[in-house]
């Protein structure tokens, strides 16, 4: 079993959304974990030693369950100019509440449903809603608007947009059965259902598609780029604030182009498109999707990227202000991952730990200066 594998059991078992499958895999993974730490190379024999007799004193007495959730706790990676950090954390229920009143907690805000009619419908829970000619539109307290009982020739196609706020996520499933991730601080506009010889959907900020199949192209439209396909799974960005526009193919094929520009590129799996605001500049590489799509996943994950940059991702979970004592901090670099579900304050404190930046958190400010 594989670092990622471990971590998203564990936080599944945590939140106790297991299969019995999975549960049974837990414990064996636990009682075989001092072979399985062998197969760990992204942390070192030393620390791996240390943190199993830190678990295993705690477990003594106090069964699995227990060890399960002080072990998803316990092991926190984080590297800074290719070096690896681990922060170790053991606080009392004093410390505990008092680092409670403090934390920058994930934002809650509501998701908002337009209609055609100009009517904002809140997707607060589970709900039937009632489109103009007699569209059914179901909204899921698991945050998955479904549109796929609307079926095409049968209405007159009308518009509907729907809005994430900050520390949210939704997914919809549009008429022609197609699934749409979004992140928060997006939008996404669409036809309800889709009409003529395509199917185009209008993105501010980020999502991820996973497109049916069809002979009819699906067009993905942002400020900067239209992305087209046929049926396949990538990744869009493009918020305003944001410095570079980037689309992460996963599975088939997309072709990408700027607005401002005629040049055409085709994306195969595996493979990332950049587009930096400032100069224009267009590059195409093979690079991890998981530093894209880790959103997805529950997790903040980084490579060699700015401290302004990380802040801005921040800012989008948290719903938070940043201010900078020196502007050079902004161009500070790091690598690393964070658990989104946990307060910012934890991905702070490691940057903080391993470099001379510090972070004062007041309410939603997030302050940051040389130590």
Do not use: H
């Given at each position: 079993m594989g670092v990622n594998e471990i971590y998203d059991l564990l936080k599944k078992y945590r939140e106790n959304t297991c299969t019995p499958e999975e549960k049974v895999q837990?414990?064996?993974?636990?009682?075989?974990?001092?072979?399985?730490?062998?197969?760990?190379?992204?942390?070192?024999?030393?620390?791996?030693?240390?943190?199993?007799?830190?678990?295993?004193?705690?477990?003594?007495?106090?069964?699995?369950?227990?060890?399960?959730?002080?072990?998803?706790?316990?092991?926190?990676?984080?590297?800074?100019?290719?070096?690896?950090?681990?922060?170790?954390?053991?606080?009392?229920?004093?410390?505990?509440?008092?680092?409670?009143?403090?934390?920058?907690?994930?934002?809650?805000?509501?998701?908002?449903?337009?209609?055609?009619?100009?009517?904002?419908?809140?997707?607060?829970?589970?709900?039937?809603?009632?489109?103009?000619?007699?569209?059914?539109?179901?909204?899921?307290?698991?945050?998955?608007?479904?549109?796929?009982?609307?079926?095409?020739?049968?209405?007159?196609?009308?518009?509907?947009?729907?809005?994430?706020?900050?520390?949210?996520?939704?997914?919809?499933?549009?008429?022609?059965?197609?699934?749409?991730?979004?992140?928060?601080?997006?939008?996404?506009?669409?036809?309800?259902?889709?009409?003529?010889?395509?199917?185009?959907?209008?993105?501010?900020?980020?999502?991820?598609?996973?497109?049916?199949?069809?002979?009819?192209?699906?067009?993905?439209?942002?400020?900067?780029?239209?992305?087209?396909?046929?049926?396949?799974?990538?990744?869009?960005?493009?918020?305003?604030?944001?410095?570079r526009v980037t689309t992460t193919l996963i599975e088939g094929q997309v072709i990408v182009n700027r607005y401002d520009g005629e040049e055409k590129y085709v994306l195969e799996p595996g493979s990332t498109f950049k587009y930096i605001k400032c100069d224009g500049k267009v590059k195409v590489k093979e690079e991890d999707p998981e530093l894209y799509i880790s959103w997805m996943h529950g997790k903040f994950k980084f490579e060699n990227m700015r401290l302004e940059d990380i802040m801005c991702k921040l800012n989008r979970w948290y719903d938070c202000t940043v201010e900078y004592a020196d502007d050079s901090l902004r161009d500070l670099r790091f690598s690393g991952a964070a658990e989104k579900d946990r307060s910012a304050n934890y991905l702070l404190e490691m940057i903080a730990t391993v470099t001379d930046v510090e972070f004062d958190v007041s309410g939603k400010r997030i302050r940051i200066s040389h130590k």
């Open positions: 837990i414990i064996r993974w636990y009682q075989q974990y001092d072979d399985e730490v062998e197969r760990l190379p992204e942390i070192p024999q030393g620390k791996l030693d240390q943190l199993w007799r830190s678990i295993e004193n705690k477990v003594q007495g106090r069964g699995r369950r227990l060890f399960l959730c002080y072990a998803a706790a316990l092991i926190v990676l984080f590297s800074v100019g290719g070096g690896l950090f681990y922060l170790e954390q053991e606080n009392s229920p004093e410390k505990t509440l008092e680092m409670a009143r403090q934390e920058l907690l994930p934002a809650k805000g509501i998701v908002v449903l337009e209609l055609s009619n100009g009517q904002n419908i809140p997707l607060t829970g589970t709900a039937t809603i009632e489109e103009q000619g007699g569209r059914v539109i179901e909204n899921d307290s698991s945050r998955v608007l479904d549109y796929t009982k609307v079926k095409e020739n049968e209405v007159v196609p009308v518009y509907n947009k729907i809005t994430v706020p900050t520390g949210g996520e939704y997914l919809v499933l549009l008429s022609d059965g197609s699934r749409v991730r979004l992140n928060s601080c997006s939008s996404l506009r669409y036809l309800v259902p889709f009409a003529g010889d395509s199917r185009t959907v209008e993105l501010d900020g980020e999502a991820y598609f996973d497109v049916a199949k069809s002979a009819v192209p699906f067009f993905v439209k942002t400020t900067n780029l239209n992305v087209r396909v046929t049926g396949t799974s990538f990744n869009v960005s493009d918020y305003l604030e944001d410095r």
